[in-house]
């Protein structure tokens, strides 16, 4: 069964410094990833996709992921977080199979807090 | 720009009426899909659609009905709203193929009192 992962609920970070936001996945077949970010009262934007080739996948705000497949992981990072990053962060994966062609399967959401 | 609309951003309704929810969206997108968001649940899957008068249960279509007459448009129904389906629900869209990603409207803040 495709499932996704985000073992922690919340990550807090100083302004300034790296974050990462960790997803770990499991699914049949090749894995197509993706990194969402909600703002409050808000829907979910896209943020990054993982579908084929480089492991390292850059996204919209400096954000940029890691796919590893030895470990099943798809982590989100930043070299330097922004007060403004503050946000809940969820991670999915694709299922391609048959008639569910297309739906995405997402974790429970990481709250990222930055602290100025 | 891809654009998700949905017809309502806060809906009160009491408890046995039917609700309506509609969402709209303007790039051809063949898959529409709704969900439900509560927390520390994340997003579940109530239904979704991948072509006109197309339709599959999601993990949660108790209590809910959809309607896809049109490819731009995917209404969630509430055919007897209960209290315990007060929630935040987001309607989202996506191609079958090439880009993958979904996009997800502003999502609607339903309250069953």
């Known amino acids: 069964a495709q499932s996704v992962a985000q073992p922690e609920d919340q990550v807090n970070v100083a302004e300034g410094n790296p974050l990462t936001v960790k997803c770990t996945y499991s699914v049949s077949g090749n894995p197509y990833l993706f990194w969402y970010v909600q703002y409050p009262n808000r829907g979910l934007q896209f943020l990054l996709k993982?579908?084929?080739?480089?492991?390292l996948v850059k996204g919209s705000y400096g954000f940029e992921a890691e796919f590893n497949k030895s470990q099943t992981s798809f982590h989100l990072k930043k070299p330097s977080a922004l007060v403004s990053d503050s946000a809940l962060y969820f991670c999915?994966?694709?299922?391609?199979?048959?008639?569910?062609?297309?739906?995405?399967?997402f974790g429970r959401g990481t709250q990222l807090t930055v602290w100025p | 720009d891809v654009k998700v609309t949905q017809s309502s951003r806060y809906l009160v309704k009491r408890t046995g009426e039917k609700v309506f929810l509609e969402c709209v969206q303007d790039m051809d997108h063949e898959n529409m899909f709704w969900y439900r968001q509560d927390p520390g649940l994340g997003l579940r899957l109530i239904y979704f659609?991948?072509?006109?008068?197309?339709?599959e249960k999601g993990d949660i279509p108790e209590g809910y009905s959809v309607s896809r007459e049109k490819k731009e448009r995917f209404s969630l129904i509430l055919e007897s709203a209960s209290t315990n389906q007060t929630s935040m629900y987001l309607c989202?869209?996506?191609?079958?193929?090439?880009?993958?990603?979904?996009?997800f409207g502003p999502g609607t803040r339903l309250t069953v009192t």
């Open positions: 999915a994966v694709r299922d391609n199979r048959g008639s569910t062609l297309g739906r995405l399967y």
């Open positions: 659609s991948y072509d006109v008068k197309m339709k």
């Open positions: 989202a869209s996506g191609k079958a193929v090439k880009t993958y990603e979904q996009y």
């Open positions: 993982y579908i084929t080739g480089d492991n």
